[in-house]
């Protein structure tokens, strides 16, 4: 079974600077999707960056970019020029390509503050 | 456009009662699935939906039943409510399965007494 893994239950950031949230999976498979998703306050789920498994190049989203490592199975999310607005949980989760539904399986979140 | 939309957005239960949450996608999407999420835990996929009048479970499906009549609407149901079933209920939806992006909704937050 996939598991994703989130090591750094909670971050701070200053206004301005650079923070990296990191994310560990464990998969047997060889193509399968990576995303980050922001959830403020306000609890809706909001996606943040998506990566697909069979590209070498990092995914990137104005401020929001990641590092997939895909021999170490890592995949760790670098927000620059943190705003107020990025403090929320962050949710690293993983999906198959194949199979019969898209299951999403979560990490247990990173809640990020930015302080100014 | 609305995207995902969930009804109520609160509610309290108690133990034994039975409830409907409400989730509706305008975005003409196959895909639908409802998602359980509690403190210290992600989000777990209670049961899903690859199309109109099809259902399937998820991780933790027990206690919970669901309806895709319409391609617009998925419901959950509760039929006997119980206090492990307090939790943060999210429906998403996307248009594709296997490579397409989930959209998800505001959350619907039920509390059992």
């Known amino acids: 079974a996939q598991t994703v893994t989130q090591s750094q239950p909670e971050m701070s950031v200053q206004e301005a600077e650079t923070v990296t949230l990191s994310c560990t999976y464990d998969?047997?498979?060889?193509?399968?999707?990576l995303f980050w998703y922001k959830q403020p306050p306000s609890r809706q789920m909001i996606l943040v960056i998506r990566q697909e498994a069979y590209k070498q190049q990092n995914a990137t989203e104005n401020r929001f970019s990641v590092n997939f490592q895909k021999a170490a199975k890592s995949f760790s999310l670098k927000i620059s020029d943190s705003q107020l607005g990025d403090a929320a949980m962050y949710f690293c989760?993983?999906?198959?390509?194949?199979?019969?539904?898209?299951?999403?399986?979560f990490g247990t979140g990173t809640r990020l503050q930015v302080t100014l | 456009n609305a995207g995902v939309t969930q009804t109520p957005k609160f509610r309290v239960l108690k133990t034994g009662q039975s409830m409907t949450l409400l989730c509706a996608q305008d975005?003409?999407?196959?895909?639908m699935y409802w998602y359980r999420q509690d403190p210290g835990m992600g989000l777990r996929l209670i049961h899903y939906s690859v199309g109109e009048g099809t259902t399937a479970k998820g991780e933790v499906p027990d206690g919970y039943n669901v309806s895709r009549l319409k391609k617009q609407n998925f419901l959950l149901g509760l039929e006997s409510a119980a206090p492990s079933q307090t939790s943060v209920y999210f429906c998403a939806s996307s248009y594709l399965g296997w490579t397409d992006t989930q959209y998800f909704g505001p959350g619907t937050r039920l509390t059992v007494l």
């Open positions: 975005m003409n999407h196959e895909y």
């Open positions: 998969t047997s498979e060889s193509d399968y999707y």
């Open positions: 989760a993983y999906k198959r390509s194949q199979g019969t539904a898209s299951k999403l399986t």
